[in-house]
């Protein structure tokens, strides 16, 4: 089932993790709830999760037609139905990467980041770079994690 963050839980303040979480252009305060269980974070917030205690499983094995890590068009399209009725405390959080953020050099690549559950997979399968991938604006990177 998703799950949400403890209403008492606070990101740590630990230098490193403060460093990462602004090296990696996260929010500065707490993450933002977009929906039960789903939130808009940065790519490091597991390393926060660890921190805290609350981190069971960095990897849970979900369903074999979904990974526990990969790319959306929009949160929308995550398999909430199936996240829901695992028997698991599940938690999903989201990073946002725009197309206009990106060089024309490098940047953004889309195989790095697990599979693409989005609408454009012909274009993805074509582009290595976010750039250059020609009517995608933007992309959330997802992962799932088991919580305590």
């Avoid at 981190?55 to 829901?84: A, K, M, Y």
């Amino acid at each position: 089932m998703l799950k949400d963050l403890p209403e008492d839980w606070r990101a740590p303040h630990e230098q490193f993790l403060v460093m990462l979480r602004e090296l990696s252009g996260g929010y500065q305060s707490e993450p933002v709830r977009v929906y039960r269980g789903v939130y808009l974070a940065h790519i490091n917030f597991d390393k926060e999760l660890d921190a805290t205690g609350l981190l069971v499983n960095h990897w849970p094995e979900i369903d074999p037609r979904v990974s526990c890590f990969g790319v959306v068009d929009h949160w929308t399209q995550l398999p909430l139905n199936l996240l829901e009725r695992d028997k698991r405390k599940l938690l999903v959080f989201l990073g946002r990467h725009t197309k206009a953020e990106q060089s024309e050099r490098d940047g953004w690549r889309w195989h790095k980041w697990g599979p693409y559950l989005g609408v454009f997979k012909e274009q993805v399968a074509e582009n290595e770079y976010l750039y250059d991938t020609p009517d995608v604006i933007e992309v959330w990177s997802y992962q799932i994690v088991e919580v305590r």
